[in-house]
């Protein structure tokens, strides 16, 4: 998937220098289509959409905690940037959420 190992190095960069984000074991990294919606939601898509990364994101929590991991939603990022690193258009598709899992010290 990655051109260059070095990108990913890049991550904490991207996320504002959220410098916990590149110390996860994963990175979860929700990207939406958003015609794939449109055409039975019409205008209101884009909100079913980030609903939808929403209740995705809080059974990722639910799953660390029941693990004993922790998580982390982030919605502040450059968005061009997360884009380009994994190679979607930031039109077509798009990054709209990410989260790090990790142990919880």
Known sequence: MF?????????DEYSFNQQFVAKGAVI????????RSEWEYYTVAHK???LDAGHIC???????????LGTCAIASYKQKEMDEFLNLSGEE????????VGKIR
């Open 93 to 100: 598709e798009f990054v709209v959420y990410l989260a790090p």
């Open 48 to 50: 079913a959409i980030l």
């Open 58 to 68: 809080q059974n990722l929590y639910l799953a660390c905690e029941s693990i004993g």
């Open 28 to 35: 979860f990294i929700w990207s939406c289509i958003p015609y």
């Open 3 to 11: 051109d260059d190992i070095d990108k990913l190095s890049k991550i």
